[in-house]
């Protein structure tokens, strides 16, 4: 039987927070994470892909440990990208707005004014969250993490990636005073491993969710048969369908991305491409105007792609199968979210139908094939 937030061990003051965000059943992340935060709180390391509900898992116990008469830092979350980190700050706000004492949740990131982020953080706060790059300026202007007790890494892998290793060492050399790290990663390479080796408790606690509890259940997972050179006719047809729908395109290369946005366009469909070659301001720009909804449908590659997390997607369509099992979860994961439901598409061509199988067989999912 499934359990409640309130069996987790969460504080009941935050539960109507979560209720108000339509969150009623804990992931099995959740499920694994809460409880061991709540009453153990010692070093921890995660597998979990994105729209698992892993900012709950950890975010949730965090809240809980900190001291609100206590004006300094004391929780620390470090995110990979600007958009991940402001939604992290964004739901620890929401999962708090009944909360007896008050507990404040600082954001800091590049592309915002460093000396605002300094006047913020000279005000009582809490918890910080902040990607590794704006984190170093802000060591550099004086900034102490001596009290911080807890230490969140969302995404480690991503941020090794993205070339954070140096980064990362130095906030664990400027955190010695933690009590614990928690660190989330959707994989586990060598180099997250030696992050581990490094900086944590050869005792810490492992929580790994299998392949099949990660696919959130509330997806229709589908697949259509497509040559290459139908695809395109095939996407236009889809959004031109289902014209009220909001939705996220994958594409697995920059260029890719930029010429099916070309080609949308001229069918006078509302789409914007998100590749990694913007600059900050224009990536801004344009997620503004995909949450505001003055542009309908997002095309991204993988890459640009992290951190996105923009609620009521009813669909995500992928234009070719990514190269790894845990970006088919990373891509579909990006609809569904807060109980909502939502439609993932797959575009393959006639020889890929084995590795739809595939899929179904390790994340246990049933696809549908459209026409």
């Known amino acids: 039987m499934a359990q409640t937030f309130q069996q987790l061990g969460v504080p009941s003051d935050f539960l109507q927070g979560i209720e108000e965000l339509g969150i009623q059943t804990p992931t099995p992340i959740q499920e694994q994470v809460i409880p061991f935060l709540m009453e153990d709180g010692s070093d921890l390391i995660a597998q979990a892909q994105t729209g698992t509900g892993k900012t709950a898992a950890f975010g949730l116990p965090l809240l809980a440990k900190m001291n609100p008469s206590k004006k300094e830092i004391q929780g620390l979350i470090i995110a990979p990208t600007r958009e991940l980190a402001k939604q992290i700050g964004k739901q620890l706000f929401k999962y708090t707005k009944y909360a007896n004492d008050k507990i404040f949740v600082e954001v800091a990131a590049g592309g915002d004014k460093i000396e605002m982020q300094i006047e913020r953080l000279s005000r009582p706060t809490h918890i910080l969250v902040a990607t590794p790059g704006r984190l170093m300026d802000l060591l550099d202007k004086q900034l102490s993490l001596e009290s911080v007790k807890y230490l969140v890494l969302d995404e480690a892998d991503?941020?090794?990636?993205?070339?954070?290793?140096?980064?990362?060492?130095?906030?664990?050399?400027?955190?010695?005073?933690?009590?614990?790290?928690?660190?989330?990663?959707?994989?586990?390479?060598?180099?997250?491993?030696?992050?581990?080796?490094?900086?944590?408790?050869?005792?810490?606690?492992?929580?790994?969710?299998?392949?099949?509890?990660?696919?959130?259940?509330?997806?229709?997972h589908q697949y259509a048969i497509c040559a290459r050179e139908e695809k395109d006719d095939f996407i236009a047809k889809y959004l031109l369908t289902h014209e009220g729908d909001r939705g996220l395109i994958f594409a697995r290369?920059?260029?890719?991305?930029?010429?099916?946005?070309?080609?949308?366009?001229?069918?006078?469909?509302?789409?914007?491409?998100?590749?990694?070659?913007?600059?900050?301001?224009?990536?801004?720009?344009?997620?503004?105007?995909?949450?505001?909804?003055?542009?309908?449908?997002?095309?991204?590659?993988?890459?640009?792609?992290?951190?996105?997390?923009?609620?009521?997607?009813?669909?995500?369509?992928?234009?070719?199968?990514?190269?790894?099992?845990?970006?088919?979860?990373?891509?579909?994961?990006?609809?569904?979210?807060?109980?909502?439901?939502?439609?993932?598409?797959?575009?393959?061509?006639?020889?890929?139908?084995?590795?739809?199988s595939r899929l179904e067989q390790d994340l246990g999912l049933n696809f549908t094939m459209v026409e």
Not at 161 to 174: D, P
Not at 180 to 209: C, E, Y
Not at 318 to 340: E, I, N, V, W
């Open 158 to 220: 991503e941020m090794l990636s993205m070339g954070f290793k140096q980064e990362l060492a130095a906030i664990f050399k400027e955190t010695k005073a933690r009590k614990s790290t928690w660190l989330f990663s959707a994989t586990f390479q060598k180099r997250v491993q030696g992050l581990i080796d490094n900086n944590m408790s050869p005792k810490a606690h492992t929580v790994k969710v299998a392949p099949k509890e990660v696919v959130n259940r509330n997806i229709d």
């Open 253 to 356: 290369t920059r260029a890719g991305a930029l010429r099916l946005g070309q080609e949308l366009t001229k069918k006078g469909l509302s789409v914007a491409v998100l590749q990694g070659d913007l600059s900050q301001r224009d990536r801004d720009k344009i997620m503004r105007g995909f949450r505001n909804e003055r542009i309908q449908h997002l095309i991204a590659t993988d890459v640009a792609a992290r951190g996105i997390d923009v609620e009521g997607l009813a669909f995500v369509i992928q234009h070719q199968l990514p190269d790894a099992m845990q970006y088919y979860t990373h891509r579909s994961g990006r609809t569904a979210r807060a109980g909502k439901k939502g439609v993932s598409i797959t575009l393959i061509e006639p020889n890929e139908r084995i590795r739809i």
